[in-house]
């Protein structure tokens, strides 16, 4: 039999609020609307379906300083992470916030009414109180602390909540189970021990044989319950992740392991929040629950120190473990032995014996350069999904982003770059003169600095996407000001490799060869708002390559970022 709810019942709103789902679309047009960030829409499906048992809706004042400050709710019941949907000043006063006040909740995907919440109460949290109770500290290196104070409202609305509809997935939907419905299947399948395994990272070898040691040693079955709402920024995407679960679940013995995925916004908040999921995962009916070492630990703090012991979440959760009534299984650090080509725990083996690992960080140097992943380590299958996804670099995009005085020679270093790259071959090159984008997704702006920002703005998102499909991109705009600069690489970053090219022309060079009069007209008054005559020009100090093209000929300055590529693994030698 499935593990009992968390507070003895399941908290499914869909069901219990089926009976009235017409009456509740039917309001939906009379009421005022907030749309989800992306942290409020998991956590509302969560409680919707009884994920979060025994929430029936958004925590009130009570409940929100009682869980703070005690890791209870107001009627004593374990919860160990505040709940709360957090709305603005601005919010409160257009909508007409009230207690008692009805307001539909949307999903900021396509706008759909999710849920009808009825105020209980409004109020403004101590968020210094926040994060020091329930994350231990008040550092913005924690990614949950970073969240509270630069992201989250300055209110906290505390409500009941009706269910209208589930939100719809359009991605790995066989996987996707409600509480009802994954203890259903357990029903069906007569699971009646259950171990859950909690993860953000792709598994490999280890992870199964740890998994399987976990269930066999309890005579249980094992759900691969990952994560795939939000974590912590930087880890690899669900799409791949899930990928390599897919690929791994044909590796367990027949009929022992299920692969359920899990739509919670983490919080990384360690023990507190391992207290969290087994709470979550005691919801969902399983009877086991594997905490690892740093359970959702976010790494170090500003000062290079881990926010949390690797062993204060299981600590947290044993503590609890009566009332949590779901049994915690410590995470067995195991290891590779090559002579009997086997994994064990690292307590069970003897002193002088060959083991052998591969860190996080040799793994992702790996597949950055396309090294040799051993069998040992990880499954082929799973391997390729992860090269996939992280090719090498030299199938990588990259974008090199050249700023410079008008006529300074960016336009002739971007065509001779273009035609340099394609010789290479490998992927396809873009080139974005400043004029090309002028006259094309920019043609409406001006010249001011918000419409020179928006231009550039425009050119990093044409750029990230390019870069983002594997491509190389050249992009040669004037660029004059630091901070749109540093924007840019910000968000092409997020995607592959950004090379800062200042082309350092000087001025009067770049007056004395204009051709066409352009500086002329713009010294006349013809033309406003010109770089280097009457608009400044922020020149870079944080440039990959500074080249200057009254001294170099543009083929040596091609030959010197080609050089830099090649360095850097992105081309092969010439």
């Not at 909540?161 to 509480?179: G, K, M, S």
């Not at 359970?295 to 009566?322: C, E, I, M």
């Not at 440039?543 to 093209?549: E, G, H, L, P």
Request: a neutral charge.
């Amino acid at each position: 039999m499935a593990n009992s709810p968390h507070g003895g019942v399941l908290k499914d709103l869909h069901a219990r609020d089926a009976s009235k789902k017409e009456q509740l679309f039917a309001e939906v047009e009379k009421l005022p609307s907030i749309v989800l960030s992306d942290r409020q829409l998991c956590d509302l499906e969560l409680i919707m379906n009884g994920g979060f048992s025994p929430l029936e809706g958004f925590m009130n004042q009570e409940d929100y300083q009682s869980v703070v400050k005690d890791l209870r709710l107001k009627n004593g019941l374990l919860f160990s992470m505040p709940i709360t949907l957090d709305v603005s000043d601005q919010d409160i006063k257009t909508l007409e916030l009230e207690p008692k006040k009805r307001i539909v909740l949307r999903d900021p995907r396509d706008d759909a009414p999710l849920a009808i919440l009825t105020i209980q109460d409004i109020y403004k949290p101590d968020k210094v109180e926040e994060a020091i109770k329930v994350f231990g500290d008040n550092d913005i290196a924690h990614p949950g602390v970073k969240y509270l104070h630069n992201q989250t409202k300055e209110f906290y609305v505390g409500g009941s909540v009706e269910a209208i509809q589930n939100l719809i997935h359009y991605d790995y939907i066989a996987h996707r189970h409600t509480p009802a419905e994954l203890r259903a299947h357990f029903k069906k399948l007569h699971w009646t021990r259950v171990v859950a395994f909690q993860t953000r990272n792709p598994m490999h070898r280890a992870h199964r044989e740890l998994t399987v040691r976990a269930a066999r040693n309890r005579q249980a079955n094992v759900l691969i319950h990952p994560v795939v709402g939000l974590t912590k920024p930087g880890d690899i995407d669900h799409y791949t992740r899930v990928r390599v679960y897919q690929a791994l679940m044909p590796k367990y013995p027949n009929g022992m392991a299920a692969l359920s995925l899990l739509p919670l916004a983490m919080r990384m908040g360690g023990p507190r929040e391992a207290v969290w999921h087994a709470i979550i995962r005691k919801n969902f009916g399983n009877t086991h629950f594997i905490v690892g070492r740093d359970h959702a630990g976010p790494g170090k703090n500003s000062r290079g120190v881990d926010f949390y012991g690797p062993y204060d979440a299981q600590k947290l959760v044993a503590k609890y473990k009566d009332e949590l009534d779901i049994e915690v299984v410590p995470f067995q650090m195991v290891t590779y032995i090559p002579d009997s080509d086997e994994y064990l725990p690292v307590d069970e083996i003897p002193e002088g014996t060959t083991t052998l690992n591969i860190s996080g960080t040799e793994l992702r140097r790996r597949l950055r350069t396309g090294g040799h992943i051993p069998e040992w380590f990880s499954y082929p299958e799973v391997v390729k999904v992860l090269r996939e996804t992280h090719p090498p670099k030299s199938k990588q995009g990259f974008t090199l982003f050249l700023t410079g005085y008008y006529n300074s020679g960016k336009k002739a270093i971007g065509k001779a770059l273009q035609v340099v790259l394609n010789e290479q071959g490998g992927r396809s090159v873009t080139l974005l003169l400043g004029e090309t984008v002028r006259h094309g997704i920019s043609s409406e702006l001006g010249f001011s600095k918000k419409d020179r920002d928006q231009n550039i703005a425009r050119i990093a998102f044409v750029s990230a996407e390019l870069t983002k499909a594997g491509a190389a991109v050249i992009a040669a705009p004037i660029a004059p000001f630091a901070e749109a600069r540093a924007q840019a690489k910000t968000h092409i970053e997020t995607y592959g490799a950004f090379y800062l090219i200042h082309v350092n022309t000087p001025l009067d060079y770049c007056i004395k060869t204009d051709r066409k009069g352009i500086y002329k007209k713009a010294q006349s008054g013809e033309i406003k708002n010109f770089t280097g005559v009457d608009d400044p020009y922020e020149a870079p100090t944080d440039a990959d390559i500074v080249v200057d093209a009254s001294k170099q000929c543009i083929s040596e300055i091609c030959h010197q970022i080609v050089l830099l590529l090649e360095k850097d693994g992105y081309i092969g030698e010439r």
